[in-house]
């Protein structure tokens, strides 16, 4: 296993952050974690990386303690943070050049990595932009090729496409896919369920500092939902009108639109002859429906 955490957890005082965290990634996998706000994630992923200290449980990468072992961990990662840390005083090519030092690259081996990286995630043309004239879209992918410079064995993504447009969030997921075809092993997090549903071979869903539930994203959805998803735009009249005539209907509501499961498309058949004039969409359900299911629909600060 790349890593395995055996009741990991982490307090900041009176906080928990991560309470009694289990789970193993294997190599060549991509291991996702999800969850509202505050649930954990991204503290789980510096304790991962080395940079935040386990309050008690056990933790290896590498089958390396990260106490014991953070200098010799370090060096065989890469690590794609939620903020743009770019050097802002240099263009994309010191970046990459910079960051190769920190590995004690050779410097014709590092201009020939960051040659390779550059054309790997169309930044080619750009390798003497100064960082502040990189679109948002060219520095997370730049972030993601100096995540890359040393070659890594593991990449850690803290929600790598957050606020991107679709053309940028689909070439990143090409690159991750191909990367994890050549038996680089991903950990990510992400509140794009989309996102964790196409990458992700397994998935943790967490909630409040713990594990909620974990499994592919296939056999979570079988778990938690109904195959189909009748979806309504309903106030809580209209709402209350469906939800009396069919009670026992498996359902959820957020705001104005109505969610009702079933195992097939003619389960809602009688409801919308009822309703004909309903705004409404049939779907199959998807891994947000699971997270919503097990995390709630409110919104968290």
């Not at 982490?10 to 952050?17: D, H, I, L, P």
């Not at 056990?58 to 014991?68: A, N, T």
């Not at 592919?216 to 735009?233: A, G």
Request: charged fraction near 25%; include cysteine.
């Amino acid at each position: 296993m790349v890593v395995q955490a055996r009741s990991l957890h982490k307090r900041y005082g009176e906080v928990v952050a991560v309470e009694s965290l289990d789970f193993e990634v294997a190599r060549g996998r991509c291991y996702g974690f999800v969850g509202p706000n505050g649930a954990g994630k991204t503290t789980t992923m510096k304790m991962i990386y080395c940079i935040v200290r386990p309050t008690s449980g056990s933790l290896k990468v590498f089958s390396m303690d990260v106490i014991e072992s953070p200098r010799q961990i370090k060096a065989r990662l890469g690590v794609v943070p939620q903020e743009n840390n770019l050097d802002p005083d240099l263009t994309t090519w010191q970046n990459l050049m910079v960051y190769a030092r920190y590995f004690g690259m050779p410097r014709e081996a590092a201009r020939r990595r960051g040659r390779d990286l550059l054309d790997f995630m169309h930044l080619g043309d750009r390798a003497g932009t100064p960082v502040p004239s990189l679109s948002g879209g060219m520095k997370r992918r730049l972030i993601l090729a100096r995540a890359l410079i040393n070659d890594p064995e593991l990449i850690i993504l803290d929600e790598p496409t957050t606020g991107l447009d679709p053309q940028v969030r689909h070439l990143i997921w090409d690159r991750l896919l191909e990367l994890k075809e050549r038996g680089i092993t991903l950990l990510i997090t992400t509140h794009y369920m989309d996102e964790a549903q196409k990458l992700c071979d397994e998935i943790v869903i967490m909630d409040q500092s713990r594990r909620v539930d974990e499994g592919s994203p296939e056999e979570l959805i079988r778990k938690h939902v109904p195959p189909f998803v009748l979806e309504l735009r309903a106030d809580r009249a209209l709402a209350g009108e469906i939800l009396g005539r069919f009670p026992e209907v498996s359902h959820q509501e957020s705001g104005q639109n109505l969610y009702i499961y079933g195992g097939s498309p003619s389960d809602f058949d009688q409801m919308l002859a009822a309703w004909p004039q309903a705004d409404h969409i049939i779907r199959p359900a998807s891994l947000e429906d699971v997270f919503l299911k097990l995390t709630g629909r409110e919104i968290r600060l």
